[in-house]
């Protein structure tokens, strides 16, 4: 089986969220809380001795994702061909009724939801569409600097190598997640 | 599929290419979906390298095409001005009521009564500030005004310094540096070419060495660079000169370069050293005015003289302020005693144009070099042009204008800057003015928003007879406006654009949708209205394709229009990375600077005739009135500085949801100034001076230095009753006044900051 992940180079990101308003037009998500793909800032020092990054994560496709399992109603599946996890909207029952179930158990808030009653929880989907057509996903397409990548892990780990920690993640190795950093390293 | 099967289909999407032609630095590409004639995605650049990737910007332009907030129908005002109040009139009434306006205001006062207030909200070569200007023209002209905030400063000290825009290196050159500073320039959020920070990075992978200089640890400065030097805001002109006092004292200057390519070198060493004024501009006495330490400065004196070829650049935000103009004097003068111009990995700082797409060549494509010939004003009138503008036509060069160089922006004899519009309009030929002006033509601008002293500007806006503006949102300039004629947006027209400082490649923008509503393009609008005005024969009459390739002819790098309006863009194929100067350095008898000595002017003959001690003829340091050491900062202590920010373009874009989200508007101050104040992150605090109030949120930010406030200018003006601005526009508080070489103070400004006590207000 092909697992499919990012590969995230901390060192290149600005925060320019490009990737996440790219995102955000091609699925279609308005302005608000649902964010497939979110860019948090690390600050960190006191002037002049500062230190600043960002970490651009969307959903990890981790090998062994806690969320297919905790997901009551198994609307979350892991794909067999690429491994990427996707939920379907039809078989969620709805954020208050399950309690938020999947996003208890993600560590990195991949699971989203909107604040309307009862929402059903999306997230990203690897841009399935474009890669069924052979197409890189829109984020990795839009980074003005070249600081995402996505692609079958074993092609990223040649590319990029395997280091899966980074300013402002905390890997899990019992999860295993599909992704891969060049990490900014703190002072 | 044919295409005509095809648009039956419901399904069918098609891709437009166009692009992004706000007044940022870029210009990129953006894949418009269309489905059904209507935008359903936006996809950027994805063909072969190097791509022209677009922004979060650009990216977001759907939702601003089908933003409710559009202007659907033409406006007539019905409540006062800035109100906000307007009712739904036809084109028809629209335009006969602009035009007769016009012509009244024409026949009664004069054409210089009309003052036309363009602006670079929109780049492209055909809409936009063009066809306005044209139309105007040809009804006997207009009060123009001279004047870019952007970058006046910069210009000036290019025009004396090398005597041309074209000082830049191109982003590639950069991986040929062992050294490069960016001093003030904060592309990461500013975009310039599209690129550039991706060059920045690549250059700092290589083990290139990036120092960032600027108030803030900005984006720019914590991801390109390996070092951040913090400096007081202003102060910048002093840590170069002192930076100059390193290199002559220890003789690290390139002699050989400076004996052969320049003049005036001893004058500025002999103010360097203090043999002038008594005061050695040691960086002992930079320290205290820049807050850099002495030691920060002689180090980097020293790794920029030693490691040759370095790239000082020097951003245009440290000169938008009072005496910028000598802050880009002093970097172009650094480069100069360096010798880092025109060699590869090298910069000569100045206006840092690198490609000529921009420039308006001439018919062969190609441009006169070489020393220009002094044309004063004892040269014998011209004979007017159809195309130009007969108010201020054959008038006197201004006062302190650089009309002996050819190029630039800057015209001559144009008598009163963009900044002191207010003034203008306020006390006209009373207060010594060249005209009375009795209505404002604004297009492409959020003037109101977007210079000094938005107050004063409320006040001269209201004083006027009559306002018309083409706009696409309601923003606090249109608010002001008599009659509103809504401008379609460049999703709804073709047009090309190049970028700032013309990288070789131009965008075609092709049309995707029809105009929402009942928009027009800027040019239907002036076609319309020029039929109106009672004008028979016009370019703008002509087929707007065949405009366009009018406007594009002079383009010689231009080798395939179709194949460039197809696909969205042309990219020039350049042999080697361009570098300012760099026969100019090569072979200097064959080719001399443009400048009057035909060399880099250290010390420039020009300034000098103009014997005003407060635009030197080399460059000095000079405190003002709103500096950190001036009186007003006993009651006032806290600088503000006004940069952009990521997620606009100006005031352009501010309204738009995916961009909102990604940065709240705060005003960011250090945790130093925010505890003595009582300030909390997130608070709710008034920042304000003699000039205004704003109410804004605090980001208590170390990433900004003690003493200083920045308040990202953009965002729009939203007075409250006891006119306290509650949209945090940062113009309520900068200056309605320029410095002598024309720069715009909008980064000189005192301010105080306090805790918005709300219990008190509310009671008042």
């Known amino acids: ?187 | 599929m044919k295409d005509g099967t095809a648009e039956m289909d419901e399904n069918f999407e098609r891709i437009i290419n166009t692009g992004c032609c706000h007044d940022c630095g870029g210009r990129c590409v953006l894949k418009a979906h269309v489905k059904n004639g209507k935008i359903t995605r936006i996809e950027t650049d994805n063909e072969k390298e190097p791509q022209l990737r677009a922004c979060s910007r650009g990216r977001a332009y759907r939702q601003r095409v089908y933003s409710e907030e559009r202007l659907k129908y033409p406006l007539r005002r019905i409540g006062e001005r800035g109100e906000g109040k307007f009712e739904r009139i036809s084109w028809e009434e629209a335009l006969n009521h602009v035009a007769s306006k016009i012509l009244e205001i024409k026949e009664k006062y004069g054409n210089s009564a009309i003052l036309f207030v363009p602006g670079g909200g929109n780049q492209g070569m055909l809409h936009g500030v063009t066809p306005v200007g044209l139309m105007l023209n040809q009804i006997g002209g207009y009060t123009r005004m001279w004047g870019i905030p952007s970058y006046e400063g910069a210009l000036f000290a290019s025009m004396a310094t090398y005597g041309t825009m074209m000082t830049g290196n191109a982003r590639d050159d950069l991986l040929n540096s062992n050294l490069i500073i960016m001093w003030g320039w904060n592309p990461a959020n500013t975009v310039w070419d599209p690129g550039t920070s991706l060059w920045l990075a690549k250059a700092r992978e290589k083990g290139i060495k990036i120092i960032a200089v600027d108030p803030i640890f900005t984006d720019s400065a914590a991801v390109l660079a390996n070092d951040w030097i913090s400096i007081r805001p202003g102060t910048d002109t002093a840590m170069l000169i002192a930076m100059a006092h390193v290199i002559i004292t220890e003789n690290l200057q390139d002699q050989p370069f400076i004996d052969k390519y320049t003049v005036g070198y001893d004058v500025y060493k002999e103010y360097v050293l203090g043999r002038e004024d008594g005061q050695p501009k040691t960086p002992k006495w930079a320290e205290k005015i820049t807050t850099v330490p002495e030691k920060t400065i002689i180090n980097l004196a020293r790794d920029y003289a030693t490691n040759k070829p370095a790239a000082l650049i020097a951003g245009w935000g440290p000169a938008r302020t009072a005496f910028g103009e000598q802050y880009s004097r002093a970097a172009n003068v650094l480069c100069a005693i360096t010798g880092n111009i025109g060699i590869n990995g090298g910069y000569a700082s100045g206006f840092m144009r690198a490609y000529s797409s921009r420039e308006s060549v001439g018919s062969t494509g190609k441009k006169k070099e070489g020393p220009i010939k002094q044309n004063d004003e004892t040269s014998k009138p011209k004979k007017p042009r159809p195309q130009d503008n007969l108010v201020d036509f054959n008038a006197p060069p201004r006062k302190d204008a650089l009309y002996k160089l050819r190029g630039g922006t800057n015209p001559a004899n144009t008598r009163v800057h963009f900044n002191d519009y207010y003034n203008l309009i306020l006390q006209g030929t009373k207060g010594g003015y060249p005209a009375d002006i009795k209505m404002a033509y604004i297009c492409g601008t959020n003037r109101l928003n977007q210079y000094g002293n938005v107050n004063k500007g409320v006040k001269a806006l209201k004083s006027l007879e009559f306002i018309v503006t083409h706009e696409q949102f309601m923003n606090p300039t249109a608010k002001f406006a008599d009659i509103i004629l809504p401008a379609n947006t460049f999703m709804e027209r073709d047009d090309i654009a190049v970028p700032w400082l013309g990288s070789p490649y131009y965008i075609y923008l092709n049309k995707a949708i029809d105009s929402r509503f009942e928009t027009k393009s800027d040019l239907e609008i002036c076609r319309e209205l020029s039929k109106k005005l009672g004008i028979k024969t016009s370019l703008l009459f002509l087929p707007e394709d065949q405009i366009l390739r009018i406007f594009a002819s002079p383009r010689k790098d231009i080798k395939n229009y179709n194949k460039m309006k197809k696909e969205g863009y042309y990219k020039v194929k350049v042999e080697e990375p361009f570098v300012a100067f760099k026969k100019h350095i090569e072979d200097p008898e064959n080719n001399p600077f443009p400048t009057l000595s035909g060399k880099i002017e250290i010390y420039c003959e020009h300034i000098a005739e103009k014997n005003n001690p407060l635009i030197p003829a080399i460059p000095k340091y000079f405190s003002h009135d709103e500096h950190y050491d001036s009186p007003l900062a006993e009651k006032y202590p806290l600088q503000l500085i006004t940069p952009h920010n990521k997620r606009r373009t100006h005031s352009s874009l501010h309204n738009i949801p995916w961009l909102e989200e990604i940065e709240p508007h705060a005003a960011w101050i250090n945790p130093t100034d925010a505890s003595v104040r009582n300030i909390k992150n997130g608070d709710l605090i008034d920042v304000y001076n003699d000039r205004g109030r704003i109410r804004i949120h605090a980001k208590v930010t170390e990433r900004i230095s003690p003493g200083v406030v920045c308040v990202y200018q953009g965002a729009w003006y939203k007075p409250n009753k006891d006119s306290v601005d509650l949209g945090g526009c940062a113009n309520v508080l900068t200056q309605d006044s320029y410095s002598p070489g024309g720069a715009f103070p909008l980064n000189s400004s005192l301010v105080e900051v306090e805790l918005y006590q709300k219990e008190q207000l509310e009671g008042k």
């Open chain 1, 1 to 187: 089986m092909t697992q499919m992940g990012f590969y995230f180079d901390q060192t290149r990101c600005t925060g320019c969220f490009t990737c996440a308003v790219a995102c955000k037009d091609w699925h279609d998500t308005p302005a608000g809380p649902i964010n497939w793909i979110r860019i948090n800032t690390i600050e960190k020092g006191k002037f002049p001795n500062l230190f600043l990054s960002y970490l651009a994560i969307a959903c990890n496709h981790c090998a062994d994702p806690p969320c297919v399992k905790a997901c009551p109603t198994s609307a979350i599946t892991k794909r067999e061909k690429d491994g990427i996890v996707i939920v379907d909207g039809e078989k969620c029952i709805g954020k208050d009724e399950c309690g938020f179930k999947c996003l208890k158990v993600c560590p990195w808030e991949a699971p989203q939801f909107s604040i309307e009653l009862n929402s059903k929880m999306e997230k990203c989907d690897l841009c399935l569409d474009r890669l069924e057509k052979g197409q890189q996903t829109i984020c990795a397409e839009a980074c003005p600097m070249y600081a995402l990548d996505v692609g079958s892990m074993e092609q990223l780990q040649e590319k990029y190598g395997n280091i899966v920690e980074a300013e402002g993640f905390l890997n899990n190795d019992k999860i295993k997640p599909s992704i891969i950093f060049t990490p900014k390293r703190s002072i």
